[in-house]
């Protein structure tokens, strides 16, 4: 319940700025009693950033991937830009860094890495696997999610370019197989 109410409340005042007295507040505690959930506000965001993956896991989760790799990877990438548009406070707590100060805790960003393993395992199946493609890859999905959250949260005009960012990056990564292969029968 506390940190449902942490959510509503960051969506209301701005996610730098909960007050752990609203929080208490709104839950029904005084704000000492409070400090027995969370002994800060660090805390407290740590939890919302274990709770924000616990979410993407389970929305990610309830999706099929199966198929053809490449379309696969375009709904993976889609799926990711809807989520963050669904929810902007949420988006920025795990894509963003506008909490200053706060750096999730080991057993938080184990929920991260957990994620990162499913779309690096996506990208596997498509055979990208070089660490720099991966964090194109990453650049663009993020780059499309902040689109839609700026430009049109809950829309899905980004979204929609999911399967043409998909199509953009696995032509360069084909081109650039292409290029190598070539370059190296040259060579011999």
């Known amino acids: 319940e506390i940190l449902a109410q942490a959510w509503l409340l960051a969506d209301r005042d701005g996610l730098a ?6 929080l208490a507040d709104s839950v029904g505690l005084r704000q000492p009693s409070l400090y027995v959930y969370f002994d800060s506000k660090l ?3 740590d939890a919302m950033f274990a709770d924000g993956y616990r979410q993407l896991l389970s929305f990610i989760g309830e999706r099929n991937y199966g198929g053809d790799p490449r379309r696969a990877l375009a ?3 889609g799926d990711l830009v809807q989520f963050s548009s669904d929810d902007i406070v949420r988006h920025q707590m795990l894509f963003q860094r506008t909490v200053p100060g706060f750096e999730p805790s080991a ?6 890495l957990e994620f990162y393993e499913v779309a690096r395992q996506l990208l596997a199946a498509v055979g990208v696997t070089d660490q720099r493609n991966v964090d194109v890859f990453s650049a663009l999905a993020n780059g ?6 700026a430009n ?10 999911a399967g043409r960012v998909t199509e953009m990056f696995l032509a360069d990564i084909d081109r650039r197989r ?6 190296g029968s040259r060579r011999s």
Not at 144 to 149: F, R, T
């Open 17 to 22: 700025a909960i007050s752990l007295r609203d």
């Open 43 to 45: 805390k407290l965001y």
């Open 75 to 77: 709904r993976f990438l």
């Open 107 to 112: 057993e938080a960003f184990a929920l991260a």
């Open 144 to 149: 499309l999610a902040h689109q839609q959250v």
């Open 152 to 161: 049109e949260p809950g829309g899905r005009r980004w979204v929609r370019l």
């Open 178 to 183: 292409t290029t190598q292969v070539t370059k």
